[in-house]
């Protein structure tokens, strides 16, 4: 990146395990706004299932994967150490999950997030998200998932959509 910030990279699944611990501690800030502690078992996928993964920094200070649901990119995690909070990492990362959206020929970037917690909807709202009211099957699937799984107790979730 050029400017210090750490690069943003393919990770490798012997990092899996550290970027567990990444999301783990990154969960922490929630409790900033009431929200939480989310049960260690609340993760509803797993890094060597998905389509990708991406690290910020070696070692990893951050990581993005990447799902493809509906035809569309997917954001499974999006999980940046508090520590190296406000310094662009999980902006740079949101940047390579939609590089890598476009190079897979992909029509658009999906995800769920907390509609009022500021490093959530607001985040992905000034990078050109927009709330999804009526979201296709796999979507609508995930957040029926999330609801099952009592995320929704924590506070107004949303599917949110940038188009590619």
Known sequence: MGDGSPT???????EFGRLRQIELE???LYGTVGIGPFAADDVHYRLDEVAAVFAAGD????????DVVDGCA????????????????????????VRWARDTGL?????????????????????????VDDPPPGLAELRAAERAEGL?????????RLPL
């Open 74 to 97: 997917h954001i499974d995690q999006l999980s940046v150490l508090t520590e190296h909070g406000g310094q662009g990492i999980g902006r740079a990362l949101l940047d390579r999950a």
């Open 107 to 131: 029509a658009a970037v999906t995800l769920t997030t907390f509609r009022d917690v500021p490093w959530n909807a607001p985040f992905y709202r000034r990078a050109g998200f927009t709330v």
């Open 59 to 66: 070692p990893p200070v951050g990581f993005v994967s990447i």
């Open 152 to 160: 929704d107790r924590f506070g107004p979730r949303v599917a949110m």
């Open 26 to 28: 990154a969960d922490l």
């Open 8 to 14: 943003i990279r393919p990770a490798t699944p012997g």
